[in-house]
């Protein structure tokens, strides 16, 4: 996996999500092929639960959903990451933040076996 992928997933699981933001955007600016949506929606996740977190709903839906637009593309698994449980929770997470009800926890990052297959569209 990409060292900076892998330190945005990591800095991720410990929500730090302003600074796992900063780390792929690192990764993302450079990239121009298919890999760079998939950067821009753990981005977009990212962005979401920090904006929840601080107190704007408002904002944490809009950027979950651009994530999840833009995940949908790199099912089931895509570089390791376990695309597919990432879009499913994030999910979870915006039908609740939207029916204001609490989110309990914020879900992971999953990285996926290294037997399991990437797909991009």
């Known amino acids: 996996m990409d060292p900076l992928l892998r330190q945005g997933v990591d800095l991720f699981n410990r929500g730090e999500y302003f600074e796992c933001h900063e780390v792929l955007e690192l990764a993302w600016t450079p990239e121009r092929g298919p890999r760079r949506q998939f950067l821009q929606g753990l981005i977009h996740v990212a962005v979401g639960f920090y904006h929840h977190r601080r107190g704007n709903p408002v904002g944490a839906c809009r950027q979950l959903r651009k994530a999840l637009r833009k995940l949908?593309?790199?099912?089931?698994?895509?570089?390791?990451?376990?695309?597919?449980?990432?879009?499913?929770?994030?999910?979870?997470?915006?039908?609740?933040?939207?029916?204001?009800?609490?989110?309990?926890?914020y879900p992971r990052v999953d990285l996926a076996p290294e037997r399991a297959v990437s797909f991009h569209a």
């Open 72 to 105: 949908a593309e790199y099912l089931p698994v895509y570089e390791g990451v376990d695309t597919a449980r990432l879009h499913g929770d994030a999910a979870a997470v915006l039908a609740l933040i939207e029916s204001g009800r609490a989110v309990g926890a």
